[in-house]
């Protein structure tokens, strides 16, 4: 009897997609199966193979060891012969060789077939999970804003890795182990009391009993593996988190605090391990002795029926390939059970995911923002991120090409929130949000956000090179292009003080480039795309004073003849503004000019002072 293997699928912790239920369990298994059938349409041919091999399969190895009794049992009758007569015994094609060869056959006929499904599962795992990968890949870009609001990275980015492996190494070896295993332990126990009823029973006492100590210590090992995992999962983040903020540590001298944390993590992930490693090792002797006291136990018996001769040496050898060929799985067949109720539950919240609502789709007759002004208008619009919490309500404002408008308030008031309505990235609940006379929901997406050029206050370089950099909005700009609206941001000498220039290769986490020189570098992004609306949220917060400077001389030039909505915290940056908007609470309280809304001393007023009192 062979040892179960004892690797255990761990268990998902936390995840926002899953909903209630028992982590690592599907909550409607029959339904996720109907949904993989249905992925698969274009592989049922194959699985049909795979089903007959299967079938072959596990009738050749149930066969063989039955037939070979009477192989083993002739060869011994002519070599007792041959002692008998004090010959040399000789295997002859007509005395065994023509047996021997048909059992070797029926083996190896066993084994291709085994080779052959197990090669068809093989790629039907990988092309299940490029498809699904594929799927997922497209439904990530057609997933509202809010989706990824609402949700952690880190498990989004579990539906590709985790998931995705843990189901497509299932239905690769789980699922066609738990087929073949059903298969040989029904036969093999059919077998085994044609052959011999008492060993038999003697075999289902022992295999009781390491199946029950199995089930006893599955639910243990899988809570084992779910308590190291979930202090992995803590140590981790705090790692992560020390290495991000690790300034800011030293700053404040937390250093011994933040080490004795992560120590202390350590020390739990330690213990976790310990007792997982202690529950996982402890059950293979477990296990262990009781087959090894079932094998000596049958072993006695048989061997006293051997020489009694009630039993014969080629059922007594038959016997014990049919104990081997079953043991396994039986004593698995937990560990199995887990395991693919884990892929299921992986296939469930990946098919959770392409289940998500969608952005809406462009209308079939949605027009192109061709030739673009900038004449903005929100008339009566409506929003909140559920339909139980409103954000916004009524919010109206007019907006003529070239002007300069200024949106300000306090953290939350929905600033942010006004500039993604306006670039569609979310919908509007009511209202309607005009582009030159034109509803945007008319528009096209892609041509409505290529009229917009934004600079956001937190910095984002993709892996590449600084020219590829500046022309991602642009690809097809050329060199000349680049290096222009370079210059324009004021980034083109400090790029050319660089070893490789616009050939040199940056990204988010380059610590080489100063945080004001990464803003200059997205500003030129927007310089080159030269578009007919700009959306500025505190582009120059990152930058010295000089620098400040310099891009707001390049930023009034920019802006001349252009629509731009600035995102502001710093009032003195806004005074020139042809329209302030003070928001609060998702509603604008007050709109005009600077000095408009100073003479009518309402709240901005207050605010303008209050950032500039004594």
């Known amino acids: 009897m062979t040892e179960p293997n004892n690797n255990l699928p761990e268990t998902d912790l936390e995840d926002p997609d899953f909903g209630p239920g028992i982590p690592g369990k599907p909550q409607d298994a029959r339904s996720t199966l109907r949904r993989l059938w249905h992925s698969v349409s274009d592989q049922h041919r194959r699985l049909g193979i795979v089903a007959v091999s299967v079938v072959f399969y596990t009738i050749l190895s149930i066969a063989a060891p039955y037939y070979s009794v009477g192989v083993v049992n002739l060869l011994w009758d002519n070599i007792r012969q041959a002692n008998a007569l004090g010959e040399a ?3 002859t ?6 047996e021997i060869v048909l059992l070797l056959l029926m083996y190896l006929g066993a084994a291709a077939f085994s080779t052959l499904h197990s090669f068809l599962m093989a790629s039907f795992a990988e092309l299940l999970s490029l498809r699904l990968r594929t799927e997922l890949s497209e439904k990530l870009n057609r997933l509202p804003l809010a989706y990824f609001d609402q949700r952690r990275t880190g498990a989004i980015l579990s539906r590709f890795t985790n998931d995705l492996d843990k189901m497509a190494e299932a ?7 738990l087929i073949t295993s059903a298969g040989l332990i029904s036969g093999s126990l059919l077998m085994m009391l044609r ?7 003697i075999f289902l006492g022992f295999m009781t009993l390491a199946m029950l100590l199995t089930r006893t210590f599955a639910g243990k090992t899988h809570q084992c593996a779910a308590d190291r995992q979930r202090a992995l999962s803590d140590l981790t983040g705090l790692v992560e ?3 991000t903020g690790r300034t800011v540590i030293r700053a404040f001298n937390q250093e011994a605090a933040s080490s004795a944390q992560i120590h202390q993590a350590a020390e739990d992930l330690a213990a976790a391990s310990r007792r997982a490693d202690f529950i996982i090792n402890a059950i293979n002797p477990a296990i262990r002795m009781v087959n090894r006291t079932g094998q000596v136990a049958i072993a006695l018996y048989a061997g006293h029926l051997l020489i009694s001769g009630r039993l014969s040496v080629g059922v007594f050898q038959a016997f014990f390939q049919y104990v081997n060929q079953s043991a396994e799985p039986l004593t698995e067949g937990s560990f199995m059970i887990n395991s693919l109720q884990s892929a299921l539950a992986s296939a469930e919240r990946i098919y959770r995911t392409l289940d998500e ?3 809406i789709p462009d209308t079939a007759d949605a ?12 008339q ?3 929003f909140g991120y559920t339909p139980d919490n409103i954000l916004m309500q009524d919010i109206s404002f007019s907006v003529r090409p070239g002007q300069k408008i200024a949106i300000v308030g306090s953290t939350g008031a929905g600033k942010t929130t006004l500039i993604n309505l306006l670039m569609r990235f979310y919908e509007v609940g009511g209202g309607r949000i005009m582009l030159d006379g034109r509803d945007i929901t008319t528009l096209t997406r892609s041509d409505l956000r290529r009229s917009f050029g934004m600079v956001l206050q937190d910095t984002w370089l993709f892996s590449g090179t600084i020219a590829e950099n500046i022309a991602y909005g642009r690809p097809d700009a050329t060199r000349e292009e680049i290096i222009a609206a370079a210059k324009a941001a004021r980034v083109d000498f400090f790029v050319r003080t660089l070893p490789q220039g616009y050939d040199t290769v940056i990204s988010s986490e380059t610590e080489t480039i100063s945080a004001g020189q990464k803003q200059l570098l997205t500003i030129a992004r927007v310089f080159l795309c030269d578009p007919a609306v700009l959306i500025l949220d505190e582009a120059t917060s990152s930058v010295d004073t000089r620098t400040e400077a310099e891009i707001s001389r390049a930023m009034r030039s920019l802006m001349q003849g252009r629509t731009s909505f600035v995102i502001a915290h710093r009032l003195s940056t806004i005074v020139d503004a042809d329209l302030i908007l003070l928001m609060q609470n998702g509603s604008i309280i007050e709109q005009g000019t600077h000095h408009e809304l100073l003479a009518a001393g309402g709240a901005y007023a207050s605010l303008y002072n209050s950032q500039f009192a004594n």
């Open 93 to 98: 094609w007509q005395q065994g060789g023509r």
């Open 367 to 378: 027009a192109t923002a061709s030739a673009t002004h900038g004449r903005v208008e929100f």
């Open 380 to 382: 009566n619009v409506r």
């Open 241 to 243: 988190e020390a290495y």
């Open 195 to 201: 052959l011999n009823i008492t060993l038999t029973l």
């Open 89 to 91: 015994f000789r295997v």
């Open 357 to 359: 609502a969608e952005i």
């Open 171 to 177: 239905l690769q070896t789980g699922v066609l182990r």
